[in-house]
């Protein structure tokens, strides 16, 4: 069984900053490849940011070089540092994993998926 249980969302203005976790409980599962994906009203889910078991790291464009994608060494919890946040990365975010060994930011690659939390950037 395996459950993600995102925290950390929130309403914060333009320029802000805000640290998104997810806790992991997967019990007899191999973590793999762990993702941060964000939805916005009327749009396509995105993946934001992947980290393999080695700690190798992916982002998309638009978030190169403010966000940050980490676990702790037991890879129990992940978590997404947000700097210099901008009114467009409004959205619902998503932890997300797959057991697999492929560093993307592909949605069909995870087959689980955390509740989300909101995340709100106002100008």
């Known amino acids: 069984q395996v459950q993600l249980v995102e925290s950390g969302g929130g309403s914060v203005q333009t320029g802000g900053s805000l640290r998104l976790s997810c806790q992991v409980f997967?019990?007899?599962?191999?973590?793999?490849?762990m993702g941060w994906f964000r939805q916005a009203p009327g749009k396509e889910r995105e993946g934001v940011a992947a980290i393999d078991a080695y700690g190798r790291t992916t982002y998309m464009d638009s978030v190169q070089g403010r966000f940050t994608i980490s676990q702790d060494n037991a890879k129990t919890t992940l978590y997404l540092q947000m700097n210099s946040l901008k009114p467009e990365d409004t959205a619902m975010y998503y932890c997300?994993?797959?057991?697999?060994?492929?560093?993307?930011?592909?949605?069909?690659?995870?087959?689980?998926w955390g509740q989300g939390t909101q995340v709100t950037v106002s100008s």
């Open positions: 997967a019990y007899a599962y191999n973590t793999g490849v």
């Open positions: 997300a994993m797959h057991s697999g060994s492929l560093l993307s930011l592909g949605r069909n690659f995870y087959r689980y």
